[in-house]
């Protein structure tokens, strides 16, 4: 190879040619903290579903009884239904998250977390029920609600000592924040949970 095989071409405009640049792959993305400590919590979470739903559902019923016991707020019909979900919730998350530990684990994930899934969307419902009772939107079940005005047995029974004491009723609010009756937060929390099911009912299998 002689001197003149090494020189490149220029161009009669006497210009040499642009120098193509050398592509490489693309830098890697740097992860932040706030994203690793987002996607650790996710993982976490997903993949311990049933014991979370569980420990969530444990810690409403824990606020809701102390509500009752220290706040002294007695439940209505719709909050003790409201119990009841998480009741349900509970002991679905319970048997879940024992059948999480067996080996028939991974084909009962999906079906236990979308059950979980259908029972906090059905508490949602009933919580945003509640709530658009409260604010006479519609009405509420006749057993707990009404003017409160009382009748001739009622007050015959009043006096005869034999009438029984009427849970407080579903269609006023016993407690407010910001804005919100326990049956709103209920509603906000249950749509929370319902989320997270779907979220855990959709992972897919081979990341667990």
């Keep these: ?87 349900v919730a509970a002991t679905v998350g319970l048997i879940g998250a024992i059948l999480q530990r067996t080996p028939v684990a991974a084909r009962l994930r999906q079906p236990v977390n979308l059950l979980l899934g259908a029972i906090f969307l059905y508490g949602a419902g009933l919580a945003v029920f509640h709530a658009g009772v409260e604010w006479k939107w519609w009405p509420g079940p006749t057993t707990c609600t009404g003017s409160g005005a009382a009748s001739a047995t009622n007050l015959s029974a009043m006096l005869n000592g034999t009438m029984q004491i009427k849970a407080p009723m579903c269609d006023k609010a016993a407690w407010v924040f910001l804005g919100l009756s326990m049956a709103g937060w209920n509603a906000l929390v249950s749509l929370k949970l319902t989320v997270w099911s779907v979220l855990a009912g959709l992972r897919k299998a081979e990341t667990l």
Excluded at 24 to 36: F, L
Excluded at 37 to 63: C, K, N, Q
């Design 1 to 87: 190879m002689t001197n003149d095989d090494l020189k490149t071409e220029i161009p009669a405009g006497g210009e040499p040619p642009a120098a193509t640049p050398v592509r490489g792959p693309a830098p890697a993305p740097v992860e932040t903290k706030a994203q690793s400590f987002i996607g650790a919590v996710y993982d976490l979470v997903t993949r311990e579903w049933p014991l979370v739903a569980l420990f969530s559902s444990v810690l409403m019923l824990a606020i809701a009884h102390s509500f009752e016991t220290f706040g002294h707020l007695a439940p209505c019909h719709l909050c003790l239904k409201a119990r009841e979900v998480y009741w």
